[in-house]
């Protein structure tokens, strides 16, 4: 008799098993997407250099496993991280980054001076493939306000770098508060399937495909040091450090 109901527990303990296991991976597959799309649709309201910063905070309160504030930043971070364990996908993140403009003492905790947001993809070679989209105050000169050939003090610039073999690696955007609602609309355009792809995505136009059409194209300079699909430096450089290193 006991010696049934050992058997009749196994069976069901493996029973459990079966079915169970799947829905557990599922589920930690699909939450960072899925928390991803929640914080993109209560972005919409966060507008720089006319949001409080406060209202950042709120959000980052809100998904307390993705995000983190220090000083005047508030950094969400989402990750494949069970697909990439499993080899069933590169490395991909989609990371959202906010400074503070002002003092944290200020009305509302100061001024959304920032608001910059990334999907990147790092295949086990270590090419990187990327979207960073920079929205700031203005769109001005130099390096870490533009790309090459943006136009000062535009509303909105789109480019896409394309490798020696034609495929388009990185894709940047930059906005300023006077971007129209469809601009931004189509910057903030991400693909987040991405995060739950089997096989990953391969271009930066798979990451943020709204941008396509209109978008500038762009070769990589040589003395530039960017080559998309090139190995980053030891351990690869992060979504939050790409756009850490644009400010």
Same mark, same amino acid.
């Given at each position: 008799m006991l010696l049934q109901w050992h058997r009749r527990l196994l069976r069901e303990l493996g029973f459990v098993l079966i079915v169970g296991a799947p829905v557990l991976l599922f589920f930690l597959v699909a939450r960072p997407r899925a928390n991803a799309s929640r914080l993109l649709k209560r972005l919409a309201n966060v507008e720089v250099s006319r949001s409080h910063f406060q209202q950042v905070e709120k959000l980052a309160s809100q998904f307390p496993s993705y995000s983190t504030c220090s000083g005047d930043n508030c950094v969400f971070q989402f990750q494949n991280i069970w697909l990439h364990r499993l080899h069933l996908a590169p490395v991909t993140e989609f990371t959202v980054l906010a400074r503070r403009s002002g003092l944290a003492s200020d009305p509302g905790g100061g001024e959304v001076g920032a608001l910059d947001l990334a999907m990147l993809v790092r295949s086990d070679s270590g090419a990187i493939t990327s979207a960073m989209v920079f929205d700031r105050p203005w769109i001005g000169p130099g390096p870490r306000a533009a790309t090459p050939g943006a136009t000062p003090n535009a509303s909105f610039d789109a480019s896409i770098t394309f490798d020696d073999?034609?495929? !388009? /690696?990185?894709?940047?955007? #930059? #906005? +300023?508060?006077?971007? %129209? +609602?469809?601009?931004?609309?189509?910057?903030? @355009?991400?693909?987040?399937?991405?995060?739950? *792809? #089997?096989?990953?995505?391969?271009? %930066?136009?798979?990451?943020?495909? /709204?941008?396509?059409?209109?978008?500038?194209?762009? *070769?990589?300079? !040589?003395? *530039?040091?960017?080559?998309?699909?090139? !190995?980053?430096?030891?351990?690869?450089?992060? @979504?939050? +450090?790409?756009?850490? +290193?644009?400010?």
């Amino acid at each position: 008799m006991l010696l049934q109901w050992h058997r009749r527990l196994l069976r069901e303990l493996g029973f459990v098993l079966i079915v169970g296991a799947p829905v557990l991976l599922f589920f930690l597959v699909a939450r960072p997407r899925a928390n991803a799309s929640r914080l993109l649709k209560r972005l919409a309201n966060v507008e720089v250099s006319r949001s409080h910063f406060q209202q950042v905070e709120k959000l980052a309160s809100q998904f307390p496993s993705y995000s983190t504030c220090s000083g005047d930043n508030c950094v969400f971070q989402f990750q494949n991280i069970w697909l990439h364990r499993l080899h069933l996908a590169p490395v991909t993140e989609f990371t959202v980054l906010a400074r503070r403009s002002g003092l944290a003492s200020d009305p509302g905790g100061g001024e959304v001076g920032a608001l910059d947001l990334a999907m990147l993809v790092r295949s086990d070679s270590g090419a990187i493939t990327s979207a960073m989209v920079f929205d700031r105050p203005w769109i001005g000169p130099g390096p870490r306000a533009a790309t090459p050939g943006a136009t000062p003090n535009a509303s909105f610039d789109a480019s896409i770098t394309f490798d020696d073999q034609g495929r !388009p /690696g990185r894709t940047v955007v #930059l #906005l +300023a508060p006077t971007a %129209s +609602a469809r601009q931004r609309l189509r910057a903030r @355009a991400f693909n987040l399937a991405c995060l739950t *792809s #089997l096989g990953g995505c391969k271009t %930066s136009r798979d990451l943020l495909p /709204g941008i396509w059409q209109g978008a500038r194209r762009l *070769s990589p300079p !040589p003395q *530039s040091g960017y080559l998309p699909g090139a !190995p980053p430096a030891k351990n690869g450089p992060t @979504a939050a +450090a790409t756009l850490a +290193a644009r400010r």
